[in-house]
């Protein structure tokens, strides 16, 4: 009996198969880990994204003139909604908004909690992490520039009319009546010019050239005038011939048209006045008062 057990002491045989089964628990639980950490990530990711997302959107109610209050329940409905639709194995908390004092700043925060599987092996059922984001709305200094085609082909199929339109919303999205909650004054500058050499200023042009639409021109015309040279004895003409007649004339002529300006200010932001003023492109102009 002694010697059976002192075989027993000296048996070696199974070695691995135990040191497999007490590291099992830790192998798993490691394998479990990297596992649960690749989801945490995806899922971290897919939540900056949203939240992202709808900081931006946020800013987009701000610049429609939404309040504080009605901007926090867009962009919360916006992060459920997204959250949702992705069917991840996380929870989260109610998004956290705030808001900047004097800018247009939002500011968001999230915490959220990933299940995990393997890992609650050594204790942990779940991974937490936090995720945050900002936007600020605004456009700072612009200077846009608009090149219009008013060349021939526009004025087919409506072209001329499409355009015009279009321009006058340019103008009232960039300078808004009142101003803009988001620029001030100087903000935004936009200047306009035609493809073509001349552009029809209409009721501004005599703001920019000092010059009365409207013109006088005065001269001599003529026309052939049929007249009696012949009468009979009862008065009633005989014989009649043409002859040229010529006497002083008056016209009016409307015209808005310019031309760019030239001299020293004509690349500058110069308001028009003396030696500032814009060209017009008719000639008639030049020789009528």
Request: hydrophobic letters at 35%.
């Amino acid at each position: 009996m002694w010697k059976k057990l002192v075989s027993w002491k000296n048996d070696r045989e199974g070695n691995l198969s135990i040191m497999l089964a007490v590291s099992i628990v830790p192998i798993l639980a490691l394998v479990g880990m990297a596992v649960d950490l690749q989801n945490t990530n995806t899922s971290r990711s897919y939540v900056q994204y949203v939240i992202d997302s709808a900081v931006i959107a946020g800013s987009k109610e701000m610049q429609a003139g939404k309040t504080k209050d009605e901007i926090e329940a867009y962009v919360d409905t916006y992060v459920d909604s997204a959250l949702a639709s992705k069917g991840l194995s996380i929870t989260c908390g109610q998004a956290q908004v705030s808001f900047a004092e004097g800018s247009q700043n939002i500011d968001m925060s999230i915490s959220c909690s990933q299940s995990t599987t393997l890992t609650a092996l050594i204790g942990y059922d779940h991974l937490d992490f936090t995720v945050s984001s900002g936007s600020t709305y605004g456009v700072g200094k612009v200077d846009v520039a608009f090149v219009f085609d008013v060349s021939g082909s526009m004025g087919q199929n409506g072209k001329m009319s499409a355009l015009k339109n279009a321009a006058q919303d340019a103008v009232d999205i960039l300078l808004p009546e009142g101003g803009s909650a988001i620029t001030e004054d100087g903000d935004v500058r936009l200047a306009m010019v035609s493809y073509s050499s001349m552009m029809n200023a209409g009721e501004y042009f005599e703001a920019v050239t000092n010059i009365n639409p409207t013109r006088t021109h005065t001269g001599t015309s003529g026309q052939w005038v049929k007249v009696c040279t012949k009468y009979k004895k009862n008065g009633k003409c005989k014989k009649y011939e043409w002859q040229y007649q010529t006497g002083p004339s008056t016209s009016s002529t409307t015209n808005t048209c310019l031309k760019e300006r030239i001299g020293t200010q004509a690349f500058t932001d110069e308001d028009p006045g003396p030696n500032a003023w814009f060209t017009p492109a008719s000639v008639a102009y030049n020789n009528s008062s």
